[in-house]
């Protein structure tokens, strides 16, 4: 596996982890016993011993993530080498039943040992000998850089690819010399969730099976779920194409906001549920209201028909020629991640007003344009700010765009300006937060969200969007992009002779044309 030295390494990280945890543990104690104050010794200049005890707990935390992380690492090459000594300890002419019962005795043994199911045992194992076939993965892991969390996502989202698929997404997130690396926060920085997505993004654009293909299967296996819960609840799920769930989210939480009001008790999180149920069943009535009583809840029951729904703006980002139906290339579906292309070019078509199409340029991935007829400043600078931050730009907040607001990272009373470097999405709970406390935005540019920097001097980096170049369809390549778009239907490649026109051979290439005129 070509692991032993990273396996070294891990304990030898191990050792350094456990040296740093007791350090800290003899510092607090020294500090809250007072001696330091009798025996005349110095803190350190200016220091609070209260402030000082705090940062010491965010510090053992900080080392004790940092060795569950190498103990996830060792205990990976621990799993993945016991199948390795198995399969050589089995005879080369052992039938293939033989073979697999090895591996399940290997599994179970697994399981008696850490005391887990044999299915929780079979998946770490699984997991284990994917992860321990990167070793930059491997590598992060045993230096404690990586969470065990975040290395399982790397064998989710390997799994299916072939070899060098799978090298290639790896070496996008761990390799700084791959040739289009990501950017932004490292892996270990991010939250699964957010890792997760962003992984997910990159095996949706690289998979050797089109989304197209895979969404067709994926559709044929829709499905509803009921599962009895207790305290007498239930759960029910449903397994839908990406557009009709967020669809369903996004109206279930503009009508939720709709019916929020001083009268109403019930929080977003209560109204969602409620207003899905009444929609299902069909009652005309908010599902947990009560026909009569004198709570909150009840004063404001209302038919269904008479809530007023504010609008649930998506944003829908689609390739250029993906729009134009010249590459099947995924589209990306605010708050959901990757679509297929067809899906995309439904929703932008069919006139669902609650979406809006951003084009991306195929030169770099970046948006070239918002499709819509308002263009106030104002709206486009928001818009705007949605399309760069995706999401709330705090360190590790997930709330995604409808909730946000649009705030100046340097105050505008104390000179901030109202242009993109300034501005960036903040959810509510971290705009407050923000103002009252020593949470410090870094500048942003006009490509990234800024990173932020704690009251304990901690810096925390954006997390990149990580757009790529586009697919070009196979009869174009990207020296016809540089085409401007002139009158009279004949268009002029850039840097090249005056005289040289180069005329659109297609309704779907002028077009395209004149929205990059239009845009530049």
Not at 20 to 34: I, M, P, Q, T, V
Not at 81 to 109: G, I
Not at 274 to 282: P, R
Not at 477 to 496: C, D, I, N, T, V
Request: aromatic share 6%.
């Amino acid at each position: 596996m070509g692991i032993g030295g990273s396996a070294g390494v891990a304990l030898e990280g191990v050792r350094a982890s456990v040296a740093a945890l007791s350090a800290l543990e003899k510092e607090d104690a020294f500090l809250a016993s007072g001696a330091h104050a009798g025996a005349g010794v110095d803190v350190g200049v200016g220091v609070d011993v209260l402030q000082r005890r705090y940062e010491v707990r965010l510090a053992r935390l900080e080392a004790a993530s940092r060795l569950e992380a190498q103990l996830a690492a060792m205990k990976a090459r621990d799993a993945a080498e016991a199948v390795e000594f198995q399969q050589a300890m089995t005879p080369p002419d052992a039938s293939v039943q033989d073979r697999t019962y090895a591996y399940v005795s290997v599994v179970e043994e697994v399981a008696g040992v850490l005391t887990i199911s044999s299915a929780a045992a079979g998946a770490l194992v699984d997991q284990s000998r994917r992860i321990c076939l990167f070793p930059p993965v491997f590598e992060a892991l045993s230096a404690g850089s990586l969470s065990w969390q975040h290395a399982k996502i790397i064998a989710d989202e390997t799994d299916g690819l072939d070899a060098a698929g799978a090298a290639g997404l790896v070496a996008h997130f761990f390799d700084p010399a791959a040739a289009n690396p990501a950017r932004g926060a490292a892996p270990g920085e991010l939250l699964p969730s957010r890792f997760r997505a962003k992984v997910r993004g990159w095996r949706e654009r690289h998979h050797p099976d089109s989304i197209e293909k895979r969404h067709a299967k994926g559709a044929a296996d829709r499905r509803m779920e009921y599962v009895p819960d207790r305290d007498g609840m239930a759960w029910i799920s449903l397994y839908l194409p990406g557009d009709t769930a967020c669809a369903i989210w996004n109206r279930t939480t503009a009508t939720a906001r709709g019916l929020q009001g001083p009268t109403e008790e019930r929080t977003l999180t209560q109204l969602r549920p409620d207003i899905a149920a009444s929609l299902l069943v069909g009652t005309g009535q908010v599902a947990g209201e009560r026909s009569s009583g004198t709570t909150a809840a009840t004063a404001s029951t209302t038919a269904m028909g008479k809530v007023p729904t504010p609008r649930a703006d998506v944003l829908v980002t689609v390739p250029v020629f993906s729009l134009l139906g010249a590459t099947d290339e995924p589209a990306v579906l605010d708050g959901f991640g990757p679509i297929p292309a067809s899906m995309a070019r439904r929703l932008v078509a069919d006139g669902a007003e609650s979406f809006y199409r951003v084009l991306v340029d195929p030169r770099d991935g970046s948006p070239l344009e918002i499709g819509r007829k308002n263009y106030r400043l104002t709206e486009t600078i928001k818009r705007w700010i949605r399309m760069r931050d995706t999401k709330c730009t705090f360190p590790g907040c997930t709330n995604r765009t409808p909730d946000n607001e649009t705030d100046h990272l340097q105050a505008w009373q104390r000179g901030g300006t109202t242009n993109v470097s300034n501005l960036a999405q903040l959810c509510p709970k971290h705009h407050r937060l923000k103002h009252h406390s020593q949470w410090t935005p870094d500048p942003a540019t006009k490509n990234e969200p800024p990173g932020w920097t704690s009251p304990t001097g901690r810096h925390y980096k954006p997390e990149h969007p990580d757009p790529e170049p586009s697919h070009w369809p196979q009869w174009r390549g990207p020296e016809w992009m540089s085409a401007a778009y002139h009158s009279g239907g004949a268009r002029r490649l850039a840097g090249g002779p005056p005289d040289f026109h180069y005329m659109a051979h297609s309704p779907g290439e002028d077009a395209l044309l004149r929205c990059l005129h239009s845009t530049s």
